[in-house]
């Protein structure tokens, strides 16, 4: 129960920063309250019953407001799910611009170790990867709403080193994109067992691997 708590608690402190400017077909002049208690009642139900067990029914429930007030908002549970999909993206998508290509990659690792730590969030995004196994639209939305704009926020922070004169000007930046994704979220994620956050000496260590590495990735 706790876990839901968490990730129920950061959700609701991110949700103003981070909504996305898309908003769902017929939802203008729509109560911003009752969205928020569908968003909300949604993600625990995602949460503890994974996408297959997840009703409409069930939300709506949870949320106390009748199916039609979700169907206002979503036609089906897949675009509320992307919906809510594309709110945990944003939040775990960081672009750090302190002006320093060391302390950009500090905070990045720093947001990848919060993230990696909740269970919550780790349980619903490899739900949703085995889902995209078997749906193949979800997975081109997934990768479109999740991945792309995680390497594309990791790619601009790259570019920034460049033209700041921290990294070489022939910086091969998709190879950098991968070392400083793959090397950020190291630690595997499983959906039973979230990944202790880094200690500040590991993560410091982990920052100056990725600085090396960083720099070796030239065309």
Partial sequence: MERNRSVSRGWRMADAATRPSRRAAGAAGL????????VQAALTELTEGGYARMSMDAVARRAGVGKAAIYRRWASKEPLVLDLLTRLADQAVPLPNTGTLREDVTRFV???????????????????????????????????????????????????????????ADLDVDLATDCLVGLAYLRPLTPWQPAEP???????????VIMAGLRACRH
């Fill in 31 to 38: 109560r911003a309250e009752v969205t928020d208690a569908i």
């Fill in 110 to 168: 720093a947001y990848a170790s919060a993230l990696r730590a909740d269970l919550g969030a780790i349980r619903i995004l490899a739900d949703l990867t085995a889902e995209a196994t078997r749906n193949r639209p979800f997975a081109e939305a997934i990768h479109t709403i999740a991945e792309q704009p995680r390497r594309a926020a990791a790619a601009r922070l790259l570019q920034r080193a460049v033209q700041r004169g921290e990294l070489p």
């Fill in 198 to 208: 880094i200690d500040t000496d590991t993560r410091a260590r982990l920052v100056e």
